[in-house]
């Protein structure tokens, strides 16, 4: 079955610090999603990518799918105490990374 | 047009006892997910149903635990005769239509599950 890692697992920043998580599958990628999940709630869909090569932008938050290298990366620029969360990486259905727990300091 | 509701948010049993946990997809969502995420670790499938069937049971485990998505009402995940290593977050989530990367999953906010 499909593996998904995520890097980091935890990371604190300050406040308007840009920032950078990566999901690695053990298979080639022909699609992901990215979701947010606040503490003690549940999962918000950010965005979905199918193609490689494909970027897309939520507000600050911009997600890039790399297919060569079975990868895609998250990057949130400016940070603020509101992106707070564990943001996973989803693929193909039903399976999702460890999660990346983020902490913005202000 | 609501999300996905999960009832109850909080539930505690003693063990032994069976938990029932409910879901309602979103509006014009035929199929439903469970997930379980225990504390510190990433979301675990557990299992997808679509109305009346069962699709895909390969996380859940093989005693205990069961799922249903009735032809009216909500989907129910039922735990039976329930030990302390139950106690979790269980998700549900749905989508409108066949997994696909086209239609990504809503989820519901959880319900947190205690054994004492």
């Known amino acids: 079955s499909q593996e998904l890692e995520q890097s980091p697992q935890s990371l604190i920043v300050q406040e308007g610090k840009n920032l950078t998580i990566n999901c690695t599958s053990s298979?080639?990628?022909?699609?992901l999603y990215w979701y947010k999940q606040k503490y003690g709630e549940g999962l918000i869909f950010l965005m979905m990518l199918q193609k490689g090569g494909e970027e897309k932008s939520h507000e600050k938050i911009t997600a890039k799918l790399d297919e060569k290298k079975q990868q895609s990366s998250l990057h949130i620029t400016a940070s603020q105490p509101s992106h707070a969360g564990i943001y996973l990486c989803?693929?193909?259905?039903?399976?999702f990374g460890a999660g990346t727990r983020l902490t913005v300091k202000p | 047009n609501a999300g996905v509701m999960q009832n109850p948010r909080h539930l505690v049993r003693r063990r032994g006892q069976e938990a029932r946990l409910r879901c309602s997809p979103m509006?014009?969502?035929?199929?439903v997910y469970w997930y379980r995420q225990l504390p510190e670790e990433g979301l675990k499938f557990m299992v997808y149903?679509?109305?009346?069937?069962?699709?895909?049971e390969s996380g859940m485990p093989k005693e205990r635990f069961s799922a249903e998505f009735p032809k009216e009402g909500p989907s129910i995940l039922r735990i039976q005769q329930v030990v302390r290593g139950d106690s979790a977050a269980y998700f549900c989530?749905?989508?409108?239509?066949?997994?696909?990367?086209?239609?990504?999953?809503?989820f519901g906010d959880g319900t947190r599950l205690s054994i004492l």
């Open positions: 989803g693929a193909t259905i039903m399976r």
């Open positions: 509006k014009g969502h035929s199929h």
């Open positions: 149903l679509q109305k009346e069937n069962i699709i895909d």
């Open positions: 298979k080639t990628l022909y699609g």
């Open positions: 989530a749905s989508s409108p239509g066949n997994p696909s990367l086209n239609q990504p999953q809503h």
